[in-house]
């Protein structure tokens, strides 16, 4: 089956491409690829693809600022691309079908040994997967509701709560496998979702490591509703429920999880130069390991402002806080800490935390101020500070910690972008922790990226 499917998307592509060579039809989208018609009338195929390469190193420090008086070695470095290729083809405005293949390899430079032939090596080839395998049906029966059937990429909101089904493969895919349904009026839009992510993919096209996706197999399914009240006043109300299956058997027993999220966020415009978000979430369920209830907070505000139009370099300043609630140890029977079941990817874009905290967002207050300067139309930059508070100063986000102190540390980041064309692009992203008295003896740790992407 697996060969059949590479068959069919091997045929697929190359048609394609054969037809975009051969179409005096074709139409060019910088960035998303070409357009032409496949010859019957209202039948059009887009074609594209895009390379990210990132060269990236960290501190070894990052992973635990306590552990970096020891002997761990050099810093980690190493180059990653990613790419992919996606055909759609659209059916006037009723129908769509979308296929993207992707693949990600990488290869370390940071000492012998971290290139071996272990799970987590990415060696080339690695796996050639399909992340978008999806039919749209659009406008159905002339009504406002859309369908969408199959593997789908399925953000929602600030991406705070609901972004990433697959966040064991570090950035690679985002997507979820199920159906989709969304009914859009003027002013209310309401999704509803049910999927079930598998932990490993069993349909690669070309297995090299059919590697870990996820902590378990995850069946989730709600609802979330948009209401545009006015341009100053928006409103996002969602639920969902989340089971989690955990393959992975400890002593402890299988840490299987399942739990319901509620949450609503306010948001809109107060003025031409003046942005707000305020979202609040709650997670109520169960977690079988020690038999544990689950009761967990989510709180992000923000506020942005910005010069007025035509102000050189369109300044703008972003002041953020978050709040992950940790777990309180004095309870006994109850687990408080934020679960981010399919937020944990980079919510913020530097990824020095992610990495240290293995993209588990928990026990964390981080007040954060950006700002950003629009230097011309291809250059950009941005600078940022977060001062990062432990919400449970003996409960380690990390290996190590846990000294009473509550200052878990404080994190500098700046961003250089570079866009000379619209199909590419360069970023150069850097940030140093400092960590604070939450740590027994930690270490400042650095972690930058420079990054490339072609898209066509």
């Known amino acids: 089956m697996k060969h059949q499917i590479g068959r069919w998307a091997t ?24 357009t032409f018609n496949l010859g019957a009338e209202g039948v059009d ?32 470095k190493y180059l990653r691309v990613r790419t992919r290729m996606w055909l759609g083809v659209k059916v006037e405005d009723w129908m769509k079908f979308n296929f993207r293949l992707v693949n990600r390899v990488q290869d370390y430079s940071s000492r012998p040994g971290d290139n071996g032939a272990d799970a987590a090596s990415w060696e080339f080839p690695d796996e050639t997967i399909y992340d978008q395998l999806n039919l749209q049906l659009l406008n159905i029966a002339d009504s406002d509701w859309s369908l969408t059937i199959g593997r789908q990429d399925f953000p929602l909101g600030n991406g705070m709560i609901f ?64 209401h545009m009240f006015s341009k100053m006043v928006n409103t996002d109300l969602y639920y969902f429920y989340a089971d989690v299956l955990d393959d992975a058997t400890t002593d402890k027993g299988d840490d299987d999880d399942d739990f319901h999220t509620v949450g609503l966020r306010l948001f809109g415009a107060l003025h031409e130069q003046v942005d707000y978000s305020l979202e609040y979430a709650r997670e109520y369920g169960h977690k079988q390991v020690n038999d544990f ?125 570079y866009k000379p064309c619209p199909y590419v692009s360069f970023a150069l992203e850097i940030a140093e922790f400092f960590p604070g008295n939450y740590w027994n003896d930690g270490d400042n740790s650095t972690w930058g990226r420079f990054q490339t992407t072609f898209s066509f």
């Open 45 to 76: 195929a887009t074609v594209g693809g895009d390379m990210r390469i990132r060269l990236e190193g960290y501190d070894r420090a990052v992973v635990d600022p306590d552990m970096a008086k020891m002997d761990q070695g050099p810093a980690v």
């Open 11 to 34: 045929a697929l592509l190359g048609g394609a491409a054969l037809g975009l060579c051969t179409s005096a039809m074709a139409d060019y989208a910088p960035g998303k690829g070409y």
């Open 293 to 417: 209830s689950m009761a967990n907070t989510l709180v992000d505000a923000r506020l942005t402002l910005k010069a007025p139009k035509d102000t050189l370099f369109s300044p703008s300043v972003l002041l953020q806080y978050t709040y992950f609630a940790g777990d309180d140890p004095g309870t006994s029977d109850e687990f408080e800490g934020w679960d981010p079941i399919f937020a944990s990817y980079p919510i913020y874009r530097e990824e020095l935390l992610p990495v240290m905290l293995r993209g588990n967002w928990t026990n964390l207050h981080q007040p954060r101020i950006e700002g950003r300067l629009a230097v011309n139309k291809c250059w950009s930059v941005a600078a940022s500070y977060a001062y990062l508070l432990a919400d449970e100063n003996d409960l380690p986000c990390v290996a190590g910690g846990g000294t009473g102190g509550t200052t878990f540390g404080q994190l500098v980041s700046a961003f250089i972008d």
């Open 163 to 226: 972004l990433e089904g697959t966040p064991a493969d570090q950035g690679r895919t985002i997507y979820f496998d199920g159906v989709s349904a969304t009914l859009k009026k003027e002013r209310d839009t309401l999704k509803l979702f049910a999927f079930h992510n598998s932990y490993r993919d069993r349909t690669v096209v070309i297995n090299d490591q059919e590697r870990r996706l996820s902590r378990g197999d995850i069946f989730t399914g709600g609802a979330y509703w948009t």
